[in-house]
């Protein structure tokens, strides 16, 4: 899966590709000449709606995708299609949003003191810690709403696939 560093105008995006399993930077206070040589350095994808930077990076030979709506979904889903990706639920590996470490799985009882309310290890199944921030995950109330946003992500790249892949 590719590596990709987000400029400080993706950080919403940065946060989805991460539950996704995509390593990423996030550059939110680099400046456009940071951003290349980290991007250089650790191979990584620049994603952003900055069109000199994204016109910077390809003069000097590095991938970048640019980003011209500012609708997370369309988003998602010129990244996901330019990376020849499909997102799938749940990730096979996800990473935590905040701050990019590969989250593990574990037992409820093994997290039960992290948790906002004792009564979430009886109510779930499945449960990730972060190993740098101690962040807590579980499929909770709002994997309906994950489920809603890469279904609408799904249909967003069948129908620009539909409108290019034919020409």
Same mark, same amino acid.
């Given at each position: 899966? $590719?590596? #990709?560093? @987000?400029?400080?105008?993706?950080?919403?995006?940065?946060?989805?590709?991460?539950?996704?399993?995509?390593?990423?930077? *996030?550059?939110?206070?680099?400046?456009?000449?940071?951003?290349?040589?980290? $991007?250089?350095?650790? $191979?990584?994808?620049?994603?952003?709606?900055?069109?000199? #930077?994204?016109?910077?990076?390809?003069? @000097?030979?590095?991938?970048?995708? #640019? @980003?011209?709506?500012?609708?997370?979904?369309?988003?998602? !889903?010129?990244?996901?299609?330019?990376?020849?990706?499909?997102?799938? /639920?749940?990730?096979?590996?996800?990473?935590?949003? #905040?701050?990019?470490?590969?989250?593990?799985?574990?037992?409820? +009882?093994?997290?039960?003191?992290? /948790?906002?309310?004792?009564?979430? !290890?009886?109510? *779930?199944?499945?449960?990730?810690?972060?190993?740098?921030?101690?962040?807590? *995950?579980?499929?909770?109330?709002?994997?309906?709403?994950?489920?809603?946003?890469?279904?609408?992500? @799904?249909? +967003?790249?069948?129908?620009?696939?539909? +409108?290019?892949?034919?020409?």
């Amino acid at each position: 899966m $590719a590596k #990709l560093l @987000l400029d400080s105008m993706c950080g919403r995006i940065a946060r989805w590709l991460r539950f996704l399993g995509f390593d990423v930077v *996030y550059a939110q206070d680099m400046e456009d000449d940071d951003i290349i040589k980290v $991007a250089r350095s650790t $191979a990584r994808v620049i994603v952003t709606r900055d069109r000199g #930077l994204h016109l910077k990076a390809l003069k @000097l030979g590095l991938p970048s995708i #640019l @980003l011209t709506s500012t609708n997370h979904v369309k988003n998602m !889903a010129v990244i996901l299609r330019s990376l020849d990706v499909l997102p799938s /639920l749940p990730p096979v590996k996800t990473r935590c949003p #905040l701050c990019n470490s590969p989250l593990i799985e574990v037992k409820a +009882e093994d997290v039960k003191e992290l /948790l906002p309310s004792s009564n979430i !290890a009886t109510r *779930y199944d499945k449960f990730w810690i972060c190993p740098s921030c101690d962040k807590v *995950y579980w499929i909770g109330s709002h994997w309906k709403n994950i489920k809603k946003v890469l279904d609408e992500i @799904l249909k +967003e790249m069948r129908e620009e696939c539909d +409108e290019n892949c034919s020409r």
